[in-house]
T-cell receptor, first 113, second 107 residues
Framework: KAGVTQTPRYLIKTRGQQVTLSCSPI?????VSWYQQTPGQGLQFLFE???????NKGNFPGRFSGRQFSNSRSEMNVSTLELGDSALYLC????????????FGSGTRLTVV | KNEVEQSPQNLTAQEGEFITINCSYS?????LHWLQQHPGGGIVSLFM???GKKKHGRLIATINIQEKHSSLHITASHPRDSAVYIC?????????FGKGTHLIIQP
């Protein structure tokens, strides 16, 4: 079956712009979570959505937001981009019970110039 | 202090050696996830375990809930095992990650 699909794979944006990233989960997975990975901070949890509702949120400013659609696809948006937002953004999907594990996408590498 | 600590941060070994990567956590968890990340960024889930031991091929993961400690072992290591290995604590509020162990297996 198809894995977790993230688009686009690479993105270059200018400071102050906004960006939208997309994540399509594995069929049947209703939970989608987002993560930011930087060389300095490693992997950090952004937020998690389940059945179109935000279930958890990490410690990131309000410029980072997300949503989930009825087909479980999710988008995350970053407004007013800063240089420090340059990172690999990963999403993962899982069944409702996280104990069954997560499947990660290949990520979107965002560069802010 | 990070809630999830991994050691070592970097590990270089010769092909064929037995590898151990350690993960300690200071928070209550429902499970622990071991992940593998190759250059280029893609993350592969290796194990999810909440007790005992799991084995897949040359990889073995163990967890001791009382001691809040997990280990990932690689037997008969091979250069293709070179990657970053990350442990992640599964909690009600999401995943908390260790900083990762950068493993290089030299032929």
């Amino acid at each position: 079956k198809a894995g977790v699909t993230q688009t686009p794979r690479y993105l270059i944006k200018t400071r102050g712009q906004q960006v939208t990233l997309s994540c399509s989960p594995i069929s049947g997975h209703r939970s989608v979570s987002w993560y930011q990975q930087t060389p300095g901070q490693g992997l950090q949890f952004l937020f998690e959505y389940f059945s179109e509702t935000q279930r958890n949120k990490g410690n990131f400013p309000g410029r980072f937001s997300g949503r989930q659609f009825s087909n479980s696809r999710s988008e995350m948006n970053v407004s007013t981009l800063e240089l420090g937002d340059s990172a690999l953004y990963l999403c993962a999907s899982s069944l409702a019970d996280r104990a069954y594990g997560y499947t990660f996408g290949s990520g979107t590498r965002l560069t802010v110039v | 202090k990070n809630e999830v600590e991994q050691s070592p941060q970097n590990l270089t070994a010769q092909e064929g050696e037995f590898i151990t990567i350690n993960c300690s956590y200071s928070v209550g968890i429902s499970a622990l996830h071991w992940l593998q990340q190759h250059p280029g960024g893609g993350i592969v889930s290796l194990f999810m375990l909440s007790s005992g031991k799991k084995k897949h091929g040359r990889l073995i993961a163990t967890i001791n809930i009382q001691e809040k400690h997990s280990s990932l072992h690689i037997t008969a290591s091979h250069p293709r095992d070179s990657a970053v290995y990350i442990c992640a604590a599964v909690r009600a509020d999401g995943l908390t990650f260790g900083k990762g162990t950068h493993l290089i297996i030299q032929p």
